[in-house]
């Protein structure tokens, strides 16, 4: 997750090439037509019901018969962060396994991540209402889409709240707890003092797909200004798993309705919402206490690179076990075309 998510699919459709850049344009539509493929693709904003705001994200509705490195280029080629592929399969595979959906970043291929799984999901349910008569008793059988990923089968179920709008939430794979970080060499690597850091639980990896060291920061100012150590970082997740990150946390929020703020720094870059991340936060607080068991905790995050988005997190506890982590939000669509190949 190298690549910066404050970047936007610019897309254009032929017939409004053709409309808007003359006759330039009709050479170009005429060299597109003969192409054997178009990849019919949806544009989403995710964690958010606000357009331009939350995580964007490329939904590509029917990738059967992309190769990996085609996969892959055209996740480099949306400039996004990441980039989800469907690939449709008969009504009972799906019924039984679920839709099965690969994700990709400009670096490879992941076996989850929060807001593609989130946001796949809404656009396929959205998809399948729209198939369908208004008021339809087949509705209610898409309250709940399930996705086959890599990780496992990730079941998202959807509500429709007073406003009338339709909020998702994803239940993640059970959370694997890691290694503790030392408080110092933490601190040394984002600028810190050692009394940035909060005492609400230790600095340690969670995983529910994707790895991330938890790290409670005591006031809002810490969080706002973080710094990375480019080198020091560098030497230092080379010695981790491949795809661990920080979650940087903080209770001091400024706002009465949110519980956290957060944010998802990395060398080159920042995650505006970061459903994984925030899969392990709810089993971090849980586990430590910070957090009642099914307690909902409003974790707000990228803000500070102006992607505002609202993320809805709960985790139970079983005996000295978390489970049932869940993730949820909204979901806005605010594009949707073909990718010419």
């Not at 087949?138 to 996705?147: K, Q």
């Amino acid at each position: 997750m190298r690549t910066t998510r404050r970047q936007v699919l610019f897309t254009v459709a032929t017939t409004g090439l053709t409309a808007t850049c003359g006759p330039a344009a009709h050479a170009l539509a005429a060299g597109a037509s003969t192409r054997a493929r178009r990849l019919r693709f949806v544009h989403v904003d995710v964690f958010t019901s606000t357009p331009l705001l939350g995580n964007p994200l490329d939904v590509f509705l029917d990738a059967r018969g992309l190769t990996e490195s085609e996969m892959l280029a055209i996740t480099r080629e949306t400039y996004l962060s990441e980039a989800t592929f469907v690939f449709p399969r008969d009504p009972a595979t799906e019924r039984e396994r679920g839709v099965s959906v690969r994700i990709y970043t400009p670096d490879g291929e992941v076996p989850f991540a929060g807001h593609p799984t989130l946001g796949t999901a809404s656009v396929l349910r959205a998809l399948r209402l729209a198939s369908i008569a208004p008021g339809s008793r087949a509705a209610a059988s898409l309250d709940e889409i399930s996705l086959d990923l890599k990780v496992g089968k990730v079941p998202v179920t959807f509500r429709t709240d007073a406003a009338g709008q339709s909020f998702g939430e994803m239940r993640q794979v059970a959370p694997k707890f890691g290694a503790v970080h030392d408080k110092e060499t933490v601190a040394r690597l984002h600028h810190l003092s050692v009394d940035d850091i909060a005492d609400d639980g230790p600095i340690q990896t969670v995983s529910t797909g994707l790895p991330f060291a938890i790290v409670p920061l005591k006031r809002l100012d810490a969080l706002q200004s973080l710094r990375i150590d480019a080198e020091k970082m560098n030497s230092y997740t080379a010695t981790q798993e491949a795809t661990f990150g920080f979650y940087y946390l903080t209770r001091d929020t400024a706002a009465s309705r949110v519980d956290l703020r957060t944010r998802c720094v990395y060398v080159g870059g920042e995650d505006a919402a970061t459903g994984s991340a925030a899969g392990c936060t709810a089993a971090w607080l849980v586990r430590h206490g910070v957090a009642a068991p099914e307690q909902s905790i409003h974790i707000k995050q990228g803000v500070e690179m102006k992607r505002a988005s609202d993320i809805f997190v709960r985790a139970s506890r079983d005996a000295d076990q978390i489970v049932n982590v869940r993730v949820g939000g909204y979901t806005v669509q605010t594009m949707e075309g073909e990718l010419i190949l």
